[in-house]
């Protein structure tokens, strides 16, 4: 089946730990894209990247990482230093920066 | 960045009702999407719809981006319509996405 797979579904994180989230297209998409949702809001844009060994931050990156050293993949990297790191993260990808999007099924992140 | 307001925020109907959702933007935009996130979080792909108007089933879009709007319509709403409708619109090199309108549909 052709889609975005994010793993894990919940992921629980020590505070002052770095964690990472995994996300893979089989798509064939060129664009990739990390966004955070916090409860009652809409999505807000933390990286996006249009070509491999490429990405951009997005309004909210401070606190984050990423790579894309291959195209289907783009994980996203929570370090110690994003203050607030509980929320729900969505990755999504597109043929071009300027087209659909089609996004992952999310990971509930919770910092205990 | 451009701004997204949608309206209603909230709303609750009556199974086999309609609604109109409401997508204002404040800049010229290169494309629009409507989703729908269910109560799992996923947002599941409804239109992109970066002008005129599209149908499917019961939903249908239009986008008239010289005014700056897009509006959803839900006709005779069933009760798996309900979550949260997010238009998001896309400018440069990314999606900007509203609050979202959250529908309860009662049976």
């Known amino acids: 089946d052709g889609g975005i797979t994010q793993s894990p579904k919940y992921l629980f994180r020590k505070e002052g730990q770095n964690v990472t989230l995994s996300c893979e297209q089989n798509l064939n998409h060129d664009a990739m894209y990390w966004y955070r949702q916090d409860p009652g809001q809409g999505l807000r844009l933390i990286y996006y990247?249009?070509?491999?060994?490429?990405?951009q931050k997005g309004d909210i990156a401070e606190g984050y990482s990423v790579s894309r050293e291959k195209k289907e993949s783009f994980p996203l990297t929570v370090t110690s230093a994003q203050k607030n790191p509980t929320a729900f993260y969505l990755c999504?990808?597109?043929?071009?920066?300027?087209?659909?999007?089609?996004f992952g099924q999310g990971t509930r992140l919770t910092v205990v | 960045g451009i701004q997204v307001e949608q309206s209603p925020p909230d709303l609750i109907l009556q199974e086999g009702a309609n609604s109109t959702l409401r997508c204002n933007f404040s800049?010229?935009?290169?494309?629009l999407q409507w989703f729908h996130q269910n109560p799992w979080g996923q947002l599941i792909n409804l239109f992109y719809i970066p002008s005129g108007t599209k149908q499917n089933g019961r939903l249908s879009a239009t986008t008239v981006a010289t005014e700056r709007y897009s509006l959803l319509y839900i006709s005779s709403s069933q009760t798996t319509d309900s979550g949260v409708y997010f238009c998001a619109v896309n400018t440069g090199n990314q999606f900007y996405f509203g609050t979202g309108t959250s529908l309860t549909v009662i049976p």
């Open positions: 990247s249009q070509i491999v060994n490429d990405f």
């Open positions: 800049d010229s935009v290169n494309n």
């Open positions: 999504a990808s597109s043929i071009l920066t300027l087209t659909e999007a089609f």
